[in-house]
């Protein structure tokens, strides 16, 4: 962990540009994943029912800002649903104020994220066992590597990988979460020290990796911005649009190439960067 007293003088820099009430971005982290520590014995989740908020009226977007060098852009996207490294924090966080103003409790099934908007609600699988929870999005974070959540220790422990730090996971959007005052507490119940039964993989984590994976290139409400975007890259591979909606408007997704590990992907995303294109998502084809 970096000194707080850098985080706070490094952050001040990079959120220079951002509103007068700007998200508190405090974490970063070591590359060998989450803090030390014991963690109780954890049971099933549980229901999602009533986490889902009506309304995504009380979400905050958020500003883009830069952290460590690295420029991120919040945006909102139904249709999030992404594979990538998890991480994980805990001790180190615990009663701090989070980034959208609520107090990070380690023991509650929570999760940073940097674009999505907080607090959301978001589906996390481990799809190295097929474990699978359900946390609320209230912080920004992690800031390293290419890790697309950070978990708290209590969801850490529930998907198993809390000793080991890292797990490779899927992270989909469900909705927004009620606000901070009417929002129930997302938590696991203590198992009195029965070991955790590991869950039965659900079928659409067991075929993600025969669905294969693809990059998203970019997300447009005009669709001659999207053919444009395929154009400039159709020599580079397979590459094409489809069509959605989010929050009641069009948006048009411009998708590149189709594999079945990780590894190509990331390849591929090395190869894009030669035809100026930077910022790329890799997400699990339907």
Avoid at 71 to 82: A, H, K, M, S
Avoid at 186 to 195: D, F, I, K, R, V
Avoid at 222 to 243: F, P, T
Wanted: aromatic share 8%; net charge negative; charged share 20%.
């Amino acid at each position: 962990m970096i000194r707080s007293a850098f985080i706070v003088s490094l952050l001040g820099l990079a959120l220079t540009a951002c509103s007068s009430s700007p998200e508190r971005l405090q974490r970063f982290h070591s590359s060998t994943g989450g803090s030390t520590g014991a963690a109780p014995m954890l049971s099933a989740p549980q229901e999602t029912r009533g986490l889902i908020a009506r309304s995504s009226d009380h979400q905050k977007v958020g500003n883009p800002y830069t952290v460590a060098g690295q420029r991120f852009v919040p945006y909102r996207d139904d249709d999030y649903d992404e594979i990538g490294i998890g991480s994980w924090y805990g001790p180190n966080f615990h009663g701090r104020p989070t980034a959208n103003g609520e107090v990070f409790d380690q023991n509650l099934m929570t999760a940073a994220h940097t674009t999505l908007p907080i607090p959301s609600i978001v589906e996390v699988t481990n799809l190295e066992n097929g474990r699978q929870v359900i946390v609320r999005l209230n912080d920004r974070g992690p800031f390293v590597d290419d890790r697309i959540i950070d978990l708290s220790r209590a969801a850490a422990e529930a998907l198993d990988y809390r000793a080991r730090g890292l797990a490779r996971v899927r992270v989909r959007y469900l909705g927004p979460a009620h606000a901070n005052a009417d929002a129930p507490d997302l938590h696991y119940q203590m198992a009195e020290g029965a070991p955790t039964e590991t869950p039965r993989p659900r079928q659409e984590a067991a075929q993600t990796a025969a669905a294969g994976l693809t990059l998203q290139l970019g997300a447009f409400r005009d669709r001659i911005n999207a053919d444009q975007l395929v154009e400039r890259v159709e020599d580079a591979g397979e590459v094409w649009v489809e069509a959605g909606s989010s929050n009641g408007s069009p948006v048009y997704r411009v998708f590149f190439g189709r594999w079945n590990d990780q590894g190509a992907a990331f390849e591929a995303r090395s190869r894009l960067a030669e035809w100026g294109v930077y910022e790329t998502r890799m997400v699990a084809l339907d």
